[in-house]
């Protein structure tokens, strides 16, 4: 079945732009995360939505950065007058229930880019 | 803040080799611990998620071990192949928590 999908692949942009980067979700799974992995660095968690509930926006960085889900289905996460630090490999997850037990469906992610 | 750490960082083996890597995390208020494998270019891809003190999962030649009371978790590799490559990573959920916490991974690197 299809997988966790991710748009765009690869995003150039100059600094002080907007930028919206989309996941699509495998169907019918409740959770859905973000993450960014920088150069050098681990995984970071950015946010979490479960279901109807509130999402967790605990690992959001600044306010310039802010997610979506629409319909309990696909993701947009904007990133706001981009800095050059913003400049990463974006990840989404979906599993089929919230919780931290339940194994985490990668999509291929989003190089951004920050000139 | 988390701290899950695994040892080595990075890992160069031959062909054929055993080995096996170190996923450390806090000893209480344990959930979950789940280890993915991400291959250059792909996504991560999960592997095995334990919740019970004792658990040893097993898929092919790679196998996990699980101690929450000491706080540690093993990935074995028998008979290592070069298409093993890849960094592999561990992710720790406290209880109550859903947002698992990384670690910085371990690169494997099999030479043929």
Excluded at chain 1, 96 to 115: I, K, M, W
């Amino acid at each position: 079945g299809a997988g966790v999908s991710q748009s765009p692949s690869n995003k150039v942009t100059e600094k002080g732009k907007d930028v919206e980067l989309r996941c699509d979700p495998i169907s019918g799974h409740t959770a859905l995360y973000w993450y960014r992995q920088s150069l050098g660095q681990g995984l970071e968690f950015l946010i979490y939505f479960q279901g109807n509930s509130a999402p967790d926006k605990s690992g959001l960085p600044s306010d310039r950065f802010s997610a979506e889900r629409t319909g309990g289905s696909v993701s947009t996460l904007t990133i706001q007058r981009t800095q050059q630090e913003d400049s990463a490999v974006y990840l989404c997850a979906s599993s089929s229930l919230g919780g931290g037990a339940y194994e985490q469906y990668f999509g291929p992610g989003t190089r951004l880019t920050v000139t | 803040i988390l701290n899950v750490e695994q040892s080595p960082q990075s890992l160069h083996v031959q062909e054929g080799d055993s080995t096996n890597f170190t996923c450390s995390f806090p000893s209480s208020n344990f959930y979950a611990l789940h280890w993915y494998r991400w291959e250059t270019a792909k996504s991560p891809e999960a592997l095995f998620v334990m919740t019970l003190n004792g658990d040893e999962k097993k898929k092919g030649r790679i196998s996990a071990t699980l101690n929450t009371k000491e706080g540690y978790s093993y990935l074995y590799i028998k008979g290592s192949q070069p298409e093993d490559s890849a960094t592999y990573l561990c992710a720790f959920a406290s209880g109550g928590s859903y947002i698992p916490t990384f670690g910085r991974g371990t690169s494997l690197i099999v030479h043929p």
